[in-house]
């Protein structure tokens, strides 16, 4: 049991996901061009991993109406947050000796 | 993956955490000159109080003191922003972030509040509660904008208010403190920044 709650996640391998995963840990409904902008990644490339997270249910999209130009953001859910933990734990108790 | 992967991977999740949240462009040159700026203001404020134009001409005394702060933080403000621009093109990131968005909003908040506070002072007649006043202000500004930028910004902030506290209970040496505060402090945390995250 202990050796599985230390496994990491293969949805957080990719160094874009991770990015992606970290920034919403932290801040509440971040933009499409917010994460593009941080992450310095391709439109279509982002698009694609988030859309990965998505069918996970690790990441939650929200579309909003503002002056009829439509605002996608995204946030973490409750089962991101904790996958995301998980790995997190499962990255630094494999680095410990 | 192996170790060396892992703690790429690590160092990646706390740097994206860090950089979305923090406006970390911010120049420690900006400190030193707005420190220097409060400083030379201060001087001339002590100058024409000394020479008793306080007790001959109470209003234009009055008028030179309030340009003089205006003159000065319009000065910190400009010198601020071009050596932050200059440092966040340095590391490639844009000046006017979200993360920027919020520590300016958060600092504007108590420091606009401080301003309007200072100002209903000077019409109340009680000139030596500005000085405190605007330090204990300033010091909340920093200590709100603090989540959203370098987190020594917040020991700044802890300084300027129990500065300001003394000089509120210790009258009489509002400029002093005043000199202190913003001249001083600014000087040594913003040689501090430099040294520590500029120059490096």
């Known amino acids: 049991m202990k050796e599985w709650v230390h496994q990491l996640n293969k949805a957080f391998e990719n160094r874009v996901r991770l990015g992606i995963m970290s920034v919403l840990m932290v801040n509440e409904a971040v933009s499409f061009n917010r994460l593009k902008e941080l992450l310095g990644v391709t439109d279509g490339n982002l698009a694609s991993h988030l859309r990965a997270l998505e069918k996970l249910e690790y990441v939650e999209m929200k579309k909003t109406f503002l002056d009829r130009k439509s605002h996608t953001t995204y946030d973490v859910s409750t089962l991101g947050r904790k996958a995301f933990t998980e790995h997190l734990n499962a990255l630094e108790s494999l680095l410990k000796p | ?200």
Request: charged letters at 15%; proline letters at 2%.
């Open chain 2, 1 to 200: 993956m192996d170790q060396k992967e892992h703690i790429e991977a690590l160092k990646d999740i706390r740097q994206m955490m860090q950089r979305s949240v923090r406006f970390l462009s911010l120049s420690g040159l900006s400190g030193i000159f707005a420190g220097i700026y409060a400083l030379a203001a201060a001087y001339l404020a002590y100058l024409k109080l000394e020479s008793g134009a306080g007790r001959t001409d109470a209003r234009g005394t009055l008028i030179y003191l309030m340009a003089l702060a205006l003159g000065c933080l319009i000065l910190a403000i400009g010198t601020a922003f071009f050596f932050t621009r200059k440092n966040a093109r340095k590391k490639g990131l844009k000046l006017w972030d979200e993360s920027a968005k919020l520590a300016f909003i958060n600092l504007s908040i108590p420091l606009a509040t401080g301003g309007l506070f200072a100002i209903a002072l000077i019409r109340a007649g009680a000139i030596g509660f500005v000085a405190p006043a605007t330090l204990v202000f300033y010091g909340l500004a920093l200590i709100n904008a603090s989540r959203h930028t370098f987190p020594m910004i917040r020991q700044l902030g802890i300084l300027e208010i129990l500065l300001g506290l003394i000089a509120a209970f210790v009258s009489g040496h509002g400029i002093l403190f005043w000199a202190i505060g913003f001249g001083l402090l600014h000087i040594v945390y913003g040689l501090f920044m430099y040294f520590k995250f500029e120059r490096a």
